[in-house]
């Protein structure tokens, strides 16, 4: 079975500083890996994947994040934090070997705060 | 840009009544979503659907069904709603990709907000 953990409900940085919202997953075979960005009151935004190659994907809105096979990984970064970056950050995965499942299975979500 | 529309931002209904949430996507995209979103829990997929007519169960079908007569529209229906079913419902789609349904981004709407009492 598939699974993703998000282990902090809530990550708080001063804007200006680099952030880290971190993504642990659980699959059979090779991820393909995803993160979302949600607004308030609104529906997820993709920011970006991993499915093959570089293990340094970049994103939207200057995003990027790095795929560790051995330490089953893929955290989002982001070298200089704005307020505007205030929202809740699901990552998702899906195991391609799972073969008829089709899921994405998403984790629970992180709220990053970005302070002045 | 994509836009997945739903119909209603939110919902009140009482228990017992049926309940349909509507999606439309306007790119012609092959798949459609439904999830539900509860805090602490994530997203969790209650149906999907990659072509006209068809559909597949997620994680928690139970209680709930779908409908999807056009490419563009995808419908959720709860045949008798419950208080357990107060949540955020959201409607997602996406192009078919290669190689798989979750190569492709999902594009998601902005949610139905539903309150079961």
């Known amino acids: 079975a598939q699974s993703v953990a998000q282990p902090e409900d809530q990550v708080n940085v001063a804007e200006g500083n680099p952030l880290t919202v971190k993504c642990t997953y659980s699959v059979s075979g090779n991820p393909y890996l995803f993160w979302y960005v949600q607004y308030p009151n609104r529906g997820l935004q993709f920011l970006l994947k991993y499915i093959t190659g570089d293990n340094l994907v970049k994103g939207s809105y200057g995003f990027e994040a790095e795929f560790n096979k051995s330490q089953t990984s893929f955290h989002l970064k982001k070298p200089s934090a704005l307020v505007s970056d205030s929202a809740l950050y699901f990552c998702a995965v899906r195991d391609p070997l799972t073969g008829g499942g089709n899921k994405l299975t998403f984790g629970t979500g992180t709220h990053l705060q970005v302070e002045l | 840009d994509v836009k997945v529309t739903q119909s209603s931002r939110y919902l009140v209904k009482r228990t017992g009544e049926k309940v349909f949430l509507e999606c439309v996507q306007d790119?012609?995209?092959?798949?459609m979503f439904w999830y539900r979103q509860d805090p602490g829990l994530g997203l969790r997929l209650i149906y999907f659907?990659?072509?006209?007519?068809?559909?597949e169960k997620g994680d928690i079908p139970e209680g709930y069904s779908v409908s999807r007569e056009k490419k563009e529209r995808f419908s959720l229906i709860l045949e008798s709603a419950s208080t357990n079913q107060t949540s955020m419902y959201l409607c997602a789609s996406s192009r078919a990709g290669t190689g798989g349904f979750f190569n492709s981004p999902l594009h998601f709407g902005n949610g139905t907000r539903l309150t079961v009492t």
């Open positions: 790119m012609d995209h092959e798949n």
């Open positions: 659907s990659y072509d006209v007519k068809m559909k």
